[in-house]
């Protein structure tokens, strides 16, 4: 059973800057109000099986649209223990049509972590696979002529995936960085029959790229939030290079041709990393990335940074730019089924006393919503929404923290025939004393599946 939060006021303010950095355009209309987003226990916890029987439990979450009345939320599994640092074990998907029945319709395995042999020494490795994302053209989902879609009930989902020298009982920071890494990604072509997802065709590609697009960049992972349709294509916030390496976030066009979805075109957008795109009501798209940390010697990594195409996604201009709004957490933009749009961020707040914990953890305690005023470049109010402050609603747990992290939405139709706007995240603990310690399972660890309130009619973004 979901409950509502009451709002915690002010966890920051928008401050004026400079330069490039300088907000665009003046207020021309404010926004609805958006309402309290639920809050409840996590929705999906306990994986049933793992890579080598490791001790794993569900975080990142990502819900697509599979059938008229239908939704898949494609859940990452992540190990848990001492010197086990990001270390991931690939996804399962949960299929469901009702918000309080979320966690029982499955897991289908969708892709686990694998074993090889290196091609030079004939050493072990482990291959990790990271949280998939993608998109689906839902089952019964018209063209905008109101014609069937040759890729109805099929949909495809990429994921990074790195191999490591070892057995796989470990994962340090020092590994992430040893010459030996290899980068790989991971892509699969999936289909819907209206009671399960299957694994149509999957492909380990050990160029790190998923094929290359018509105007030369090869998809290297998915954003932070499934694609979304436009016309007969869909249309995802990925990580893309070109044939030189020059690493983007960008948007890509993705296009069912020979029977599977396919990236088509690509366009670079900004520098940072897991982007995330939405369309507005005016019909133009929002995007946002994670912004590196450092460019150009310049630190942007606490800014949010949002960019809009009204050409539908052929070119893109900076929106606004908001300084020191969020720590270097994850960020995303979201809309609501009335197409109001939202960033979902950490809000900086808890100071270290000691130079000795890793106090960046300190940064994702508490979870903040922004609201884009309409057809404005400006927040609106200008302060955000702190929706989940796991500290004041769990207490403090020995020497652990709260680490609240990786939002993301999707606007769904549910089994009642009633769009709703989701909003997921993960919740886990970290030990002050770091990676040789791990963290702590509470009843709170897991992914959680939310829903954020409309106040007009939705626009839906599928036609059934």
Not at 73 to 78: E, I, Q, V, W
Not at 172 to 178: E, I, K, L, N, P
Not at 282 to 308: H, M, Q, Y
């Amino acid at each position: 059973m979901k409950y509502h939060a009451g709002q915690r006021g002010a966890a920051a303010r928008l401050v004026a800057v400079v330069g490039f950095c300088a907000l665009l355009n003046q207020i021309q209309a404010a926004a609805v109000p958006i309402g309290e987003i639920t809050r409840g226990l996590p929705d999906v916890s306990l994986p049933k099986s793992s890579t080598d029987n490791l001790p794993v439990r569900y975080g990142l979450g990502f819900p697509i649209q599979l059938g008229p009345k239908t939704v898949g939320l494609f859940c990452n599994l992540r190990v848990i223990g001492p010197n086990r640092t990001d270390y991931e074990d690939g996804d399962d998907v949960f299929v469901f049509d009702d918000l309080r029945n979320v966690g029982k319709g499955g897991p289908t395995v969708v892709t686990r972590n694998e074993k090889e042999k290196d091609d030079k020494t004939g050493e072990l490795r482990f291959i990790e696979k990271f949280p998939l994302n993608g998109g689906f053209w839902p089952l019964g989902a018209k063209q905008s002529d109101g014609s069937a879609h040759p890729g109805a009930g099929r949909g495809f989902a990429i994921c990074q995936a790195f191999s490591f020298l070892g057995s796989g009982d470990k994962l340090t920071w020092d590994m992430f960085s040893q010459s030996t890494v290899k980068r790989y990604v991971e892509v699969l072509q999936l289909s819907f029959n209206g009671r399960r997802v299957s694994v149509v065709k999957r492909d380990l590609l050990k160029a790190g790229r998923m094929g290359t697009t018509s105007d030369g960049w090869g998809i290297s992972n998915g954003g932070m939030q499934a694609a979304i349709p436009d016309g007969s294509d869909l249309l995802m916030a990925v990580m893309a290079a070109d044939k030189a390496g020059l690493a983007k976030a960008g948007v890509a066009r993705f296009r069912f041709t020979d029977g599977q979805w396919q990236p088509f075109t690509f366009t670079p957008v900004a520098n940072g990393t897991e982007p995330s795109v939405v369309r507005r009501a005016d019909r133009s798209l929002v995007f946002l990335a994670r912004p590196d940390d450092v460019v150009e010697g310049d630190r942007i990594g606490k800014r949010i940074l949002l960019w809009s195409s009204k050409d539908n996604g052929a070119t893109w201009k900076q929106l606004l730019c908001a300084e020191n709004e969020r720590p270097r957490t994850p960020v995303s933009v979201n809309a609501t089924p009335d197409d109001r749009i939202f960033v979902l961020a950490n809000v900086p707040g808890m100071t270290s006393p000691t130079q000795k914990w890793l106090w960046w953890h300190l940064d994702r305690v508490r979870l903040a919503m922004w609201q884009l005023a309409d057809d404005a470049a400006a927040f609106e109010p200008p302060q955000p929404r702190i929706i989940r402050d796991a500290q004041e609603e769990f207490g403090l747990i020995d020497d652990y923290r709260w680490d609240l992290d990786h939002p993301s939405s999707g606007i769904v139709r549910l089994g009642d025939g009633k769009w709703h706007g989701l909003v997921t995240y993960r919740i886990r603990t970290f030990s002050i004393q770091g990676d040789p310690v791990g963290e702590k399972i509470t009843p709170q660890t897991g992914c959680y599946v939310e829903e954020v309130p409309s106040a007009q009619p939705a626009v839906p973004p599928w036609r059934f």
